[in-house]
């Protein structure tokens, strides 16, 4: 059996979220669903794509529900084919072990992980991490603050998920119908 990648997308107050998923998982989220995307995803993973409304429903599902506000876990099978073997340690690490509402420094995440990889590797690795929202980069923070964010536009999309969750206190005029 050849496995496959199917697309599907969600509409959020950060935009419409594109997310891949094969057989296996969830292998790929990006911040914009664009004809570009799905063809670097479709070529990253080397996989024919198809029509599989029903694999990716639990996924988008799930970010409707997290954009709604609920604090559950997200639970879904992860395929990690376009991560390497020390970076999937750590986002691995990082989708068990930070629950929503939760942070965890660079250096912690790299000390949790087992890689004895130095802080400022382990920002890479989040740079890199092709599943940002459910496996939860934005919940990495530098030890005197927030840290770099590469996802959507970048360090006030990683303040307004941290808000959202309650891991920031929200401002006075902070609306969570409404986008950083």
Known sequence: MTETLAFGAVDTVLGRLLVGATETGVAMLTFRDTPGARDRAAKRTGLPVVADPARLAPALDRLTAYFGGDEGPFGLPIDWRLTAEVNRQVLA?????????????????????????????IGQVMGGNPIPLIVP????????GLGGYSGGTGVEVKRWLLTLEGALPATLDWDPAQGP
């Open 93 to 121: 690490t990082l989708y068990a072990s930070v629950p929503y509402g939760k942070v965890v420094t660079y250096g912690q995440l790299g000390d949790r992980s087992g890689t004895g990889v130095h802080a400022q590797v």
């Open 137 to 144: 980069c934005h919940r990495v923070v530098a030890s005197n």
